[in-house]
């Protein structure tokens, strides 16, 4: 069955810290890859996502993510992390045979301490 | 644009009561995803509708379950006799056309079972 997995389920770091998360998911076919936030109290909202082409994809707000096709992996990376990029982070994989079916990783809670 | 909207935004049922959650897509989308999640899990596939259509709702839970999307108003996911294993989060999105990666999403409406 396909799934996918985050690998850390709550990160604290301080501002100006780097940030990585890691995504990993399990399918043999081609994908489309995705990465939600939610901040607190609000929507989820799409950050980026990849169908294909270049591997490294820039998001909103400084984020980016790359896909590694040998890995399968799509980890989210920012440089320099604020306060405000507190918020609860989904990678969610789409497998081609189906346009509307998502499969979700269970989510990272980020804390940027300030 | 008010995007899509989710009421109750948190909702408290004693078992075996009813739960109705309400979806309100975006204006001018007619396509309408369920989805939920479990607390430490990612969100799952619960069902995607049309106006007065059902398209896919392999994901839905064969008793106690139901939704629709009706010609005029909101979509409802409806929860007949609740347990305590009903507790999670039900996230709502909607799209012009059949693909998620167009869609956006709602708030969620938490619904806690006592």
């Known amino acids: 069955a396909q799934s996918v997995s985050q690998h850390n389920h709550h990160v604290i770091l301080s501002e100006a810290a780097s940030l990585e998360l890691g995504c990993n998911y399990s399918?043999?076919?081609?994908?489309?890859l995705f990465w939600y936030v939610q901040y607190p109290g609000q929507h989820l909202q799409l950050l980026l996502k990849?169908?294909?082409?270049d591997p490294l994809v820039k998001g909103i707000k400084g984020f980016e993510a790359e896909f590694i096709k040998s890995k399968f992996s799509f980890n989210l990376r920012k440089p320099s992390v604020q306060w405000s990029d507190t918020a609860e982070y989904f990678c969610a994989v789409n497998a081609k045979m189906s346009n509307y079916q998502l499969i979700w990783g269970a989510g990272t809670k980020l804390i940027i301490k300030p | 644009n008010a995007g899509v909207m989710q009421n109750p935004r948190h909702l408290v049922r004693r078992r075996g009561q009813e739960a109705r959650l309400r979806c309100s897509p975006m204006k001018g989308h007619s396509h309408v995803y369920w989805y939920r999640q479990l607390p430490e899990e990612g969100l799952k596939f619960m069902v995607y509708l049309q106006k007065e259509n059902i398209i896919d709702e392999s994901g839905m839970p064969k008793e106690r379950f139901s939704a629709e999307f009706p010609k005029e108003g909101p979509s409802i996911l409806r929860i007949q006799q609740v347990v305590r294993g009903d507790s999670a989060a039900y996230f709502c999105?909607?799209?012009?056309?059949?693909?998620?990666?167009?869609?956006?999403f709602g708030q969620g409406t938490r619904l806690t079972v006592v």
């Open positions: 399918y043999g076919g081609t994908v489309n």
């Open positions: 990849y169908f294909s082409g």
């Open positions: 999105a909607s799209s012009p056309g059949g693909n998620i990666d167009q869609a956006f």
